[in-house]
């Protein structure tokens, strides 16, 4: 486990090398904060700086690219904060299948269904990228969410944009193309790369999507013939965003 103050001084130190926490807890404004600083983040950071016991109960974990960090028995003992970096959490089919039900970035919670007294369906997180996470045991995130009106926010404000994303998931899988689907998918993973390439195999993007390898390859292929991307070994360009909206149409 990395020590409270270690913790504090890894993630909260601002870029003029000062504890952004350690200002804002001299402040003593903390009724007054604006809606920007109710982020699940800012909040687990914010109470770690004031409850020592909560934040020596939190472990910081490294993860790199491709490690399964998180099983269906880890989410039932623990809450998970992505901190930085990206997390997919997937369940497996009968037949040996991935299907991705989130792709979640810093900030965002998972292991909710440990608070609420019993396993859920076989989940498992895996890393997209190298990044941490704030892992809180079940016990102190159940004594948290009854006793600090904020945390208790915190919790519900990430519960419901789960929520949201998993509605406007089902959405695009119900009235949307495959086409439009993974044109949308390419330009959110290429979002953050100066280069515009996503790092992704074919079954991964099928994963992600809920559908088949071929069914991408095939969709893929069109992409190239357009000259929307050029592909290479594990990753794909992205050459005309433009036309990659486009064909996304509203669900970028």
């Not at 497996?92 to 039900?101: A, E, P, Q, W």
Request: aromatic share 6%.
């Amino acid at each position: 486990m990395v020590s409270y103050q270690r913790m504090l001084r890894l993630l909260n130190r601002g870029d003029n090398g000062v504890s952004r926490w350690a200002v804002e807890a001299s402040t003593q404004r903390e009724c007054d904060m604006n809606m920007t600083d109710r982020n699940v983040k800012s909040i687990f950071g914010r109470l770690a700086e004031q409850n020592k016991d909560l934040g020596e109960s939190l472990t910081v974990r490294s993860f790199h690219a491709g490690e399964v960090v998180a099983q269906a028995n880890d989410m039932a003992r623990s809450l998970f904060l992505v901190a930085s970096g990206r997390v997919q959490l997937y369940r497996t089919t009968r037949d040996g299948r991935r299907f991705v039900i989130a792709t979640l970035g810093p900030g965002s919670l998972f292991g909710e269904d440990s608070m609420l007294g019993g396993e859920g369906p076989d989940t498992y997180a895996v890393a997209l990228e190298p990044g941490s996470l704030w892992i809180m045991p079940r016990k102190k995130a159940i004594e948290m969410s009854s006793t600090d009106a904020m945390f208790g926010f915190g919790l519900m404000q990430a519960m419901g944009h789960r929520l949201m994303e998993a509605e406007n998931r089902l959405e695009q899988i119900a009235y949307s193309t495959i086409s439009s689907r993974l044109a949308a998918l390419l330009l959110e993973l290429a979002a953050d790369d100066p280069h515009n390439v996503v790092h992704a195999t074919h079954q991964e993007l099928a994963d992600m999507l809920g559908t088949w390898r071929e069914t991408i390859s095939k969709t893929l292929q069109d992409f190239r013939r357009r000259g929307l991307v050029a592909s290479g070994r594990r990753k794909l360009t992205l050459l005309d965003k433009e036309g990659l909206e486009l064909e996304a149409g509203g669900l970028t």
